[in-house]
């Protein structure tokens, strides 16, 4: 009697995953140690239903681009497309985040089996009003990093010189020299003349940075890992 090869949700998705970036089926099935007869039969069901046993619950959000956001990427990706691993080494990518400090249930997900949707392991707490929040700030630059800065309330263009510049920024300047190059991204407040002229006091050299593109920044995939 032959036995059933029983696939879990996480494998159905890596096999997918590998058919749909140009593998064959022969190829899976020497990778993943798994009957070619079997990959096929997936494969075939999600040509058929686009349905491998995943249900989406949520869309991905993206922020949406213009033309002109896509021209202004592509123009600084070619520009620093042929930088040596010396010239990144000398940018600092900022960033900063808010943080609840009480579940979002919006944005929460579990896999649960039918009918158990009221057990206690799949059931959060809900927030009506939100309840309270941490914004924190961090840099990174090849090598090293600054400390987590954490603050209560809202990052104002004075808080950001007199912080976060003055006390996390200026001290990577001060030990690399002249080469240093700092990125931030287009908040209000990071564009606010206080904060340029402090820039400009210090020497700082600013990377331009093109707008809607946070998925440029490592720090930004940091938070993601964390929340």
């Given at each position: 009697?032959?036995?059933?090869?029983?696939?879990?949700?996480?494998?159905?998705?890596?096999?997918?995953?590998?058919?749909e970036?140009?593998?064959?089926?022969l190829?899976?099935?020497d990778?993943?140690?798994?009957?070619?007869?079997?990959?096929?039969r997936?494969?075939?069901?999600?040509?058929?239903?686009?349905?491998?046993?995943?249900?989406?619950?949520?869309?991905?959000?993206?922020v949406?681009?213009?033309?002109?956001?896509?021209?202004?990427?592509?123009?600084?990706?070619?520009e620093?497309a042929?930088?040596?691993?010396?010239?990144?080494?000398c940018?600092?990518?900022?960033?900063?985040?808010?943080?609840?400090?009480q579940?979002d249930?919006?944005?929460?997900?579990?896999?649960?089996?039918?009918?158990?949707?009221?057990?206690?392991?799949?059931?959060?707490?809900?927030?009506?009003?939100?309840?309270?929040?941490?914004?924190?700030?961090?840099?990174?630059?090849?090598?090293?990093?600054?400390?987590?800065?954490?603050?209560?309330g809202?990052?104002?263009?004075?808080?950001?010189?007199?912080?976060?510049?003055?006390?996390?920024?200026?001290?990577?300047?001060?030990?690399?020299?002249?080469?240093f190059?700092?990125?931030?991204?287009?908040?209000?407040?990071?564009?606010?003349?206080?904060?340029?002229?402090?820039?400009?006091?210090?020497?700082i050299?600013?990377?331009?940075?093109?707008?809607?593109?946070?998925?440029?920044?490592?720090?930004?995939?940091?938070?993601?890992?964390?929340?």
């Amino acid at each position: 009697m032959t036995q059933r090869t029983h696939l879990d949700d996480f494998l159905r998705g890596r096999i997918i995953g590998r058919l749909e970036c140009g593998r064959t089926q022969l190829e899976v099935s020497d990778e993943l140690g798994i009957p070619q007869s079997v990959i096929s039969r997936l494969w075939q069901r999600f040509h058929n239903d686009g349905n491998i046993g995943l249900y989406a619950r949520r869309p991905v959000r993206c922020v949406p681009l213009t033309a002109t956001h896509c021209r202004l990427r592509l123009g600084w990706s070619r520009e620093h497309a042929l930088w040596t691993s010396q010239q990144w080494a000398c940018v600092m990518f900022s960033d900063e985040s808010r943080f609840s400090l009480q579940s979002d249930s919006r944005r929460t997900f579990i896999w649960r089996a039918p009918g158990t949707r009221y057990q206690q392991e799949n059931i959060t707490d809900q927030h009506r009003y939100g309840g309270a929040g941490v914004l924190v700030w961090g840099g990174l630059i090849l090598g090293s990093r600054t400390d987590l800065h954490v603050h209560i309330g809202t990052m104002t263009s004075q808080i950001y010189r007199d912080v976060i510049l003055e006390q996390h920024v200026r001290l990577f300047r001060g030990a690399m020299g002249a080469q240093f190059m700092f990125m931030d991204d287009n908040a209000r407040p990071h564009r606010a003349n206080i904060v340029s002229e402090c820039l400009q006091s210090e020497d700082i050299t600013r990377m331009d940075w093109p707008a809607f593109s946070q998925d440029l920044n490592p720090v930004q995939h940091v938070w993601g890992m964390l929340g």
